[in-house]
């Protein structure tokens, strides 16, 4: 019987799904440092931090609990909130930020460096009219060491395309959805939310070339959420969306910087084997001499691929 050990393909399956793990918990916003009070969590006591930690997927709110999270401090500590929400962005086609409360340490001297799943929290599908693909996991072992600081703006981390009953616009064509790490408001003093689709900025591709658009409205407003929707009178598919710094700020008052995201949509690869084939192609196998091989067993070999990347293999017979 022959045993085929492929030592470079299992690394590179490792690093896939690896990135597509990091990429599935975004991130952690240490937004509130002792600024929450415990009556929320229904304790009595002093005031707690707040933590909003986004995800690229919706969540399945049965599976929620606060003993699905810990947060990890400067000085090692570990920390499990005292209760958590998806509330207020718990609406159909939101689902994918979770607000932790508790203590995580302090701004300046211990902030918190990492969040870790430590329970069975699981994703769930998306609705119809989202542009996103599902993706149902269960989260146990997910981490994130990308912990924004209590004093840095908001930024965006998801957008996707939005229609039917999901969509709230009442003008315009398309309707993009984006997600900001934490609860915004605006920053312009004057400005309500209303005005701040004039900051906005939608992008279209034309054979590579990014094409502006700005929103004519938007939508999903004044429920004290991190989602709007912005509305567009162009047809071009909105591949990109942008804001410019300084209009909106979190709950600690930092206005945001500069931010992007692209717009996702779900167009999944039909198995393991297409994205290889999308990626690469082989041109080329040799020895450890450089020299072209046709003998594939017991001895380590190098897979050339169009692409620059080379793969060590080997075949024990």
């Known amino acids: 019987m022959r045993i085929k050990i492929l030592i470079s393909v299992i690394t590179i399956l490792t690093f896939f799904l690896n990135a597509k793990s990091q990429d599935t918990l975004v991130s952690a916003f240490f ?9 929320l969590c229904n304790q009595l006591g002093s005031q707690l931090d707040g933590m909003p930690v986004n995800f690229k997927f919706p969540l399945d709110a049965l599976s929620l609990s606060e003993t699905d999270f810990e947060v990890l401090d400067n000085l090692g500590n570990i920390h499990t909130p ?4 998806l509330a207020p962005a718990n609406e159909n086609g939101e689902n994918r930020t979770v607000l932790l409360i508790g203590e995580f340490g302090t701004a300046v001297t211990n902030p918190p460096v990492e969040v870790r799943i430590v329970g069975d929290l699981f994703t769930t599908d998306t609705f119809s009219g989202e542009s996103a693909c599902s993706n149902i996991i269960n989260l146990n072992g997910f981490t994130t060491t990308n912990v924004i600081p209590l004093n840095d703006g908001p930024s965006l981390f998801f957008a996707q395309g939005i229609d039917g009953n999901l969509n709230e616009c009442n ?8 997600a900001w790490d934490g609860g915004i408001t605006p920053y312009i003093s004057g400005d309500t939310e209303s005005d701040l689709f004039q900051y906005y900025i939608g992008y279209s591709d034309s054979s590579g070339v990014l094409i502006p658009h700005v929103p004519i ?14 509305c567009f009178s162009t047809s071009n598919d909105i591949v990109k969306i942008s804001m410019m710094a300084n209009t909106v700020e979190d709950p600690n008052q930092d206005p945001n910087l500069y ?3 692209d717009v996702v949509s779900c167009t999944p690869l039909t198995s393991i084997d297409d994205f ?19 003998e594939f067993k017991n001895q380590p070999l190098f897979y050339i691929y169009d692409d620059g990347t080379v793969e060590k293999k080997i075949f024990f017979e």
Request: aromatic share 8%; glycine share 6%; hydrophobic share 40%.
């Open 171 to 178: 003008s315009g064509i398309q309707t993009i959805q984006v």
């Open 82 to 85: 005292v209760c958590v929400f």
């Open 217 to 230: 409205s938007i939508a999903d407003i004044n429920d004290n959420d991190n989602f709007h929707q912005l």
């Open 259 to 261: 931010s992007e995201i």
């Open 276 to 294: 290889f084939e999308e990626k690469k192609r082989l041109i080329n196998v040799v020895d450890f001499l450089g020299r072209q091989s046709k």
């Open 31 to 39: 937004g509130l440092d002792n600024a929450l009070p415990s009556l």
